[in-house]
């Protein structure tokens, strides 16, 4: 059982993906990482003696502090953040206990270079649909949450990667786009390694909905629908990609949690 200020790693698999997650921080020593250089999705790292200089932009959030086991350092750091004003905790067995139950991890080496924000810096095609809008979601829930995306004429995507140092996605001739009949979002969890069955069902959806598939998912249709209706909707295509935030949280959710309910009153499982 978890003490006092820690959380077990059940509680926060349950978290990430969500809008709900806190800020994740590993603080584990560097050769403690090279041995497995993997992240908890959506964590960034941090060396532990600095963590102190997060203090301000954390003051009242919610963070989970992991090191290797959860132990010195992981307890040393939150009590700072602690002290400055954070909701701190630490991750009950620390990295090694997350590893151990066979959650998904992220392969550190796959995650962009960052800007002087420590920002990972995005850009493709402007007036996205479906996939254009399910990878910068699938990218702020589970590989960065402070991403930046840059939407820009097609003819200046490359152009625009080169100069500002992004990287380019759902074009083609680039790494992260489609491959085969799998399109961007399937080739984002692949090489992340964040496969799991609910996003894994999830991309099924957007697989069938971006490429015209609809008999690979029933509910593709309604994706369809509903991203054609908020490119109508806004102009602006960040407002779009905030608006599609909660689209494919939403879905997120029921690939998760509630696909075999019905809608019968009271609800009821479709299982017998």
């Not at 102190?52 to 954390?58: E, F, K, N, T």
């Not at 991203?227 to 998760?256: E, H, I, N, P, T």
Request: aromatic residues 8%; hydrophobic residues 45%.
């Amino acid at each position: 059982m978890a003490s006092y200020n820690e959380i077990p790693v059940s509680t926060l698999a349950r978290l990430i993906g969500t809008p709900d997650c806190p800020v994740i921080l590993d603080v584990r020593i560097d050769e403690d990482f090279d041995a497995d250089p993997h992240l908890i999705p959506s964590a960034r790292r941090h060396p532990f003696a600095e963590v102190s200089d997060l203090a301000d932009d954390l003051v009242g959030r919610s963070v989970i502090v992991s090191c290797q086991k959860g132990l010195k350092l992981s307890q040393g750091a939150a009590a700072i953040l602690r002290s400055a004003g954070a909701k701190a905790e630490v991750l009950e067995g620390g990295h090694i206990a997350w590893r151990d139950a066979a959650l998904p991890m992220v392969v550190a080496e796959r995650i962009p270079p960052t800007d002087t924000r420590g920002r990972s810096v995005w850009v493709t095609r402007h007036r996205p649909k479906i996939d254009r809008i399910a990878c910068p979601w699938l990218i702020r829930r589970f590989i960065d949450p402070h991403a930046q995306f840059l939407f820009v004429a097609a003819s200046q995507v490359g152009n625009v990667a080169e100069r500002f140092n992004a990287t380019p996605f759902d074009i083609e001739g680039v790494f992260w786009s489609h491959r085969g009949d799998k399109c961007t979002f399937d080739t984002m969890i692949e090489e992340f390694g964040i496969s799991h069955e609910a996003l894994d069902r999830l991309a099924t959806i957007v697989r069938a909905a971006d490429t015209n598939t609809h008999d690979l998912a029933p509910e593709a249709a309604g994706l369809l629908a509903a991203s054609l209706g908020l490119s109508r909707m806004y102009r602006d295509d960040l407002a779009q990609l905030d608006a599609g935030m909660l689209l494919y949280d939403a879905f997120y959710r029921w690939a998760r949690d509630a696909m075999d309910e019905g809608h019968d009153w009271p609800a009821t499982s479709k299982k017998t």
